[in-house]
């Protein structure tokens, strides 16, 4: 599809790669853009092609509430996340849970709300940030958070498969580490959150499902078909 004279919609639009999302989408000339936060005050307006909501994931309400306010919306850009840093074995399971109602359940519920929208306005495209933790957990992330992003991946797929017949694309993208606040005082080679929004976009354009944008993601993602003892750093026989 093509994006010039197109309606979007990013959540978690305040910041980091969901902010480049917002400027990458109006330098491609998009018409509007609803940028989304829990703090939709702090959204830069000083595009008049921006029009600020509050969305929480986690208020079914505030979803309900954006999905009446912006029905014109042909593209739905799901940014928004958090990282609890929970450990599977040692802490509470209410704070497992939190990743998983975020990143599962709250962006399930965007998607429920916006689709109908996206379906009567001819179709359009969805885009799901994923992450190289949705097929390896690593010492230095959150289990918790690997397990979000598994289960948000297939999530995506099977929102891909019901929708297959009505002129939306699904697309989920995938990165190892980008510099934003969330990965603060993190060791890692992050790269420019604006350059994950140029490679959706284009996939977009070019009708992806599945976008890579950098070389873990790329590295792990080949590595699945292999022996799993190559990602991790534990005996492979008995």
């Not at 959540?11 to 989304?36: M, P, Q, S």
């Not at 604006?194 to 070389?215: F, H, K, M, T």
Request: proline content about 3%; charged content about 20%; aromatic content about 4%.
């Amino acid at each position: 599809m093509d994006i010039a004279g197109s309606t979007a919609l990013v959540t978690g639009a305040n910041r980091g790669i969901g902010r480049r999302f917002v400027d990458e989408l109006l330098a491609r000339g998009a018409k509007k853009v609803y940028a989304t936060a829990r703090r939709p005050e702090r959204i830069d307006t000083s595009d008049s092609r921006i029009t600020p909501l509050y969305l929480d994931l986690l208020d079914e309400k505030s979803i309900a509430d954006a999905a009446a306010a912006a029905q014109d919306v042909a593209v739905l850009v799901n940014n928004a996340g958090i990282a609890t840093g929970a450990q599977l074995l040692t802490d509470d399971l209410d704070r497992i849970r939190q990743d998983l109602e975020t990143h599962l359940f709250g962006t399930l519920r965007v998607i429920r709300a916006f689709a109908p929208h996206l379906a009567s306005n001819g179709g359009g495209a969805i885009v799901n940030i994923l992450s190289v933790l949705s097929w390896v957990a690593t010492p230095q992330g959150s289990a918790s958070y690997s397990v979000a992003k598994a289960a948000e991946w297939n999530m995506t797929n099977g929102v891909r498969v019901e929708l297959a017949d009505q002129k939306i694309l699904v697309q989920g993208v995938h990165l190892g580490a980008a510099d934003t606040d969330m990965m603060a005082g993190r060791d890692a080679l992050k790269i420019d959150p604006a350059d994950v929004a140029r490679a959706s976009l284009d996939g977009v354009q070019a009708g992806a499902i599945e976008v890579l944008v950098d070389d873990p993601s790329r590295f792990v993602k080949a590595a699945l078909s292999g022996d799993p003892a190559q990602l991790y750093s534990v005996p492979s026989g008995n």
